[in-house]
């Protein structure tokens, strides 16, 4: 049998549909983010649009040096899994430091957020008597695929709506193990969840919380504990899992909880037992991150201020784009075909890289260019894009918002 003819033919049926995805060979460039050199063809120099290194944390420079004196301390791998080989000084130190982030007793380390997401949904709904698991109907695919391993009952609820979830958890069995599992900001449309009314409904039914923050620590709350701990909410959420890769600008997850709830998970989720470690380097640098967020609001400060100007820049030239309370400015173009076009002549003619958001990981009819502010781009850049953008939307025949 011609395998490569049957993956060729699905591959041409994505193309066909505007959905393929094509990667952009970049180079970020040290110490001058968010710019990096692009090695596809084009601009050589880009501006990247679309990093989920919010803050710029990646290349802060205590970040780097962190890092770098791991490496001469203890060397480039972390040795094994944790339960054999791998397990260092540096990841119980990072799990110290995010426990205390989200006032928690106990912190667990994972390879990245995918994983913790997977394996934590994954081995609570297993290993828990009787368990239900009510998602969100947006929650990410991590979310849902470690609810898919689980094998255990699902139940959807309308996206941030607490009398739905009252509604569904109400009609559960008694006996039922109620897990309410939820994210705080949702990285597509950028909307932030109700999360103190779905702790009301969660804890009128007993039910656990599990509430996914990834697009949000760092960036929210007085230490950049995220939602929870803006909303003062934190100590009532059972679990709070995060990730390193985004505005901490590193690699890896983690959840947070009691003590009994993370040993739990260590001793039974596969994720946890049969990966290897994160290097002691990249957990020294999460370390570093976390710590400095803590303590220095200039960051978040000065990117609320570029998330503010980009969206009064867009709103002047009619650019339409999904008003919510976050950091995420979703440019909506709701065709996948000029949505793919439009990143391409922003990269060839402009120098600005972002990518298209097209179905899967949108529905259909609502594909867009996410665009994420950090503090490191300049008003200059915000102009150059607003003025890129403005030209393509009469090329391109598109709808301007109306004021």
């Known amino acids: 049998m011609d395998f490569d003819t049957l993956f060729n033919a699905q591959l041409d049926a994505l193309k066909e549909e505007g959905n393929y995805r094509i990667f952009a060979n970049l180079e970020r460039k040290c110490g001058n983010f968010p710019k990096a050199h692009n090695h596809s063809d084009g601009a050589d120099e880009v501006t990247v649009w679309c990093s989920n290194d919010y803050l710029g944390m990646g290349q802060h420079p205590k970040v780097m040096q962190a890092m770098k004196d791991a490496v001469d301390k203890c060397g480039a791998g972390a040795g094994g899994t944790r339960n054999i080989s791998g397990t260092n000084h540096a990841h119980t130190e990072l799990e110290d430091e995010l426990a205390d982030l989200h006032g928690k007793d106990a912190a667990l380390l994972f390879t990245s957020g995918y994983v913790s997401n997977w394996a934590a949904l994954s081995t609570l709904g297993a290993r828990l008597p009787n368990a239900v698991i009510l998602s969100d109907e947006l929650n990410h695919a991590s979310m849902i695929e470690g609810i898919r391993h689980s094998r255990a009952d699902k139940v959807l609820w309308k996206h941030n709506d607490p009398e739905d979830l009252d509604r569904k958890l109400a ?43 990834v697009h949000a620590v760092g960036l929210y709350g007085a230490r950049g504990g995220g939602i929870s701990e803006r909303e003062g909410v934190a100590d009532r959420v059972t679990l709070i899992e995060g990730t390193l890769g985004k505005a ?16 739990f998970i260590r001793s039974f989720a596969s994720g946890f037992i049969f990966t290897t470690a994160l290097p002691p380097a990249v957990a020294a640098a999460a370390q570093t991150s976390i710590a400095h ?45 000029k949505c793919r076009q439009i990143a391409d002549i922003l990269m060839a003619d402009h120098g600005i890289y972002v990518q298209p958001i097209n179905y899967p990981t949108v529905p259909k009819g609502t594909e867009r260019l996410r665009f994420t502010p950090s503090p490191l781009h300049t008003d200059e850049d915000i102009d150059r894009l607003v003025q890129a953008l403005s030209s393509l939307w009469k090329q391109c025949a598109l709808a301007r918002a109306v004021a």
């Open 171 to 213: 009609a559960l069995p008694a006996n039922a193990t109620k897990i309410v599992a939820f994210e705080s900001v949702y990285s597509m449309d950028g909307d932030i969840a109700p999360i103190k009314e779905i702790l009301d409904v969660a804890e009128k039914h007993d039910a656990l919380t599990y509430l996914d923050e």
């Open 248 to 263: 901490y600008g590193v690699v890896g997850g983690y959840i947070t909880g009691s003590v009994a709830m993370c040993d």
């Open 293 to 337: 967020l803590k303590t220095s609001d200039t960051e978040r400060k000065l990117q609320r201020r570029q998330v503010a100007r980009l969206r009064a820049a867009l709103d002047r030239e009619g650019i339409p784009h999904l008003e919510n309370p976050s950091h995420i400015i979703p440019v909506m173009i709701k065709d996948p075909v």
